[in-house]
């Protein structure tokens, strides 16, 4: 107990990371389709790990993931190393605006939104509300949607345009440049 009376508790952070120079040596060896687990807990703080994660997201060098912890609350936070322009296994470069390829990103929380966008965007639907896909994909809440969707935004895979304050946003999907339609003219149209 500390002078005047107050007890003073540390509380220790809840999520564990990889460390940053372990992560860069790790990505130096490995080889495509390789992952490694960056951090694991119930949130990904403002964490040199997740900066770096992020990063290489960014520059085509990994694709990121996550999946349940067996640990009541937790996620467990993966970087899968992407392949190289011309690997020995004749990969194909990404073409800028076109999602991952490999199935570990299709099935990832960004990949399945991706597919759900792109489907709905090829029908002719309007963009579905961050509640709307955090349903139908069964997504714990409209946040992580709306991660996704930044997520997403951030690679260059699609748009947003916002149509008005009482119309829904409109999303463009880049690879193919259709956009989802326009409540007002699924309305009035």
Known sequence: MREGGAAQ???PALTQYEEPGDMA???ATAKPGEIIMYATG???GNHPAKRLALRWQEQGKAVLFQRRSQRVHCFDYFAKKCGAANDAS???RQVAGSPPRDDAWRESRDGRVYALLFRDVAAGRCCPSNGEIAERLDLHDRYAAKDALTRLKAMGLIRFEQAGRTRTR???IVATGQSSADVQ?????
């Open 25 to 27: 040596k790790w990505l």
């Open 90 to 92: 004749g990969g194909a």
């Open 185 to 189: 003219e699924v309305r009035h149209g």
């Open 170 to 172: 409109i999303v463009t």
């Open 42 to 44: 119930p949130m990904l």
């Open 9 to 11: 508790f540390v509380i």
